[in-house]
């Protein structure tokens, strides 16, 4: 066994760990994204909008990714459908 697959071993059950928790909080953590983008809106004001709006889709289709690695083919739940991606920015 190489060490990263000895390292991949080791840090599997925090994977999945982080996996529940977003799965757990995937609301809260969507509104703390969508407070923090609008903040940041808010100081920039609006100067770099669509930059924030882009990095906010991102990090959501990140959180949907985490939460629900086991829905698709063959997964536990779900429809097996991956989200579309967010708008483009205007």
Same mark, same amino acid.
């Given at each position: 066994?190489?060490? *990263?697959?000895? *390292?991949?071993? %080791? *840090? ?10 977003? =799965? =757990?909080?995937?609301? /809260?953590?969507? =509104?703390? *994204?969508? %407070? ?6 808010? /100081? @920039?004001?609006? %100067? ?7 990095? @906010?889709? /991102?990090? /959501? ?7 629900? %690695? ?8 779900? @429809? ?11």
């Amino acid at each position: 066994m190489g060490f *990263l697959d000895s *390292l991949k071993a %080791k *840090l599997a059950p925090a994977k999945d760990k982080v996996s529940d928790l977003a =799965q =757990q909080h995937e609301g /809260k953590i969507e =509104q703390g *994204l969508n %407070k923090a983008a609008k903040a940041v809106d808010s /100081k @920039t004001k609006g %100067k770099y909008s669509s930059r924030i709006e882009s990095g @906010t889709g /991102k990090a /959501k289709h990140a959180l949907d990714r985490i939460a629900h %690695k086991d829905d698709g083919p063959g997964g536990t739940g779900g @429809t097996g459908t991956t989200p579309p991606p967010p708008p483009p920015a205007v």
